[in-house]
């Protein structure tokens, strides 16, 4: 398997190198711009709480992208070397954003629930800094 790697800086600056990055290793993977624009959005989000919350130890911050097509599949890693969260608790403590207007909504922890709602797959691995998995098939495109 091909894997595509990148390292930015843990910077805003740098998030647009993330997303053309991604624009060209999915059209060749043959996902539609929909989908290209969901997972754009699903990985900037990954990527700004990697700026955001990422705590670097070595006072570079830095962002490890790593892109891996598979036959059916795209999938996208972002890492940062921050200290981590609980992930598994924040989600059992998370409140179900059905029906909530945006005035009730707290600010933060929602980036999650985006990439869950962008995405086929997201995997958080929280033992050494923050690394999101993120995973989205390609879907077969049938024309009648």
């Known amino acids: 398997m091909n894997v595509i790697r990148l390292q930015i800086p843990a910077a805003a600056e740098y998030l647009d190198i993330v997303r053309l990055s991604l624009y060209g290793v999915a059209s060749k993977l ?3 711009y ?3 624009e969901d997972m754009k959005v699903a990985v900037s989000e990954a990527c700004n709480n990697a700026v955001l919350h990422g705590e670097p130890q070595s ?3 830095q962002i490890e992208i790593s892109y891996e097509p598979g036959d059916d599949r795209l999938t996208v890693k972002v890492k940062d070397d ?3 969260f609980n992930y598994q608790e924040r989600q059992e403590h998370a409140v179900p954003l059905t029906g909530a207007s ?3 909504l707290q600010s933060g922890g929602l980036g999650i629930y985006l990439m869950q709602a962008l995405m086929d797959e997201v995997i958080v691995n929280t033992d050494k800094g ?3 998995t993120l995973v989205k ?3 077969n495109k049938t024309t009648n």
Request: no cysteine; charged share 20%; proline share 5%.
């Open 34 to 36: 929909e989908d290209i």
């Open 130 to 132: 923050t690394e999101v």
């Open 82 to 84: 921050g200290t981590g």
């Open 102 to 104: 945006p005035s009730e």
């Open 137 to 139: 098939y390609v879907q």
């Open 59 to 61: 006072g570079s911050g």
């Open 30 to 32: 043959g996902f539609s």
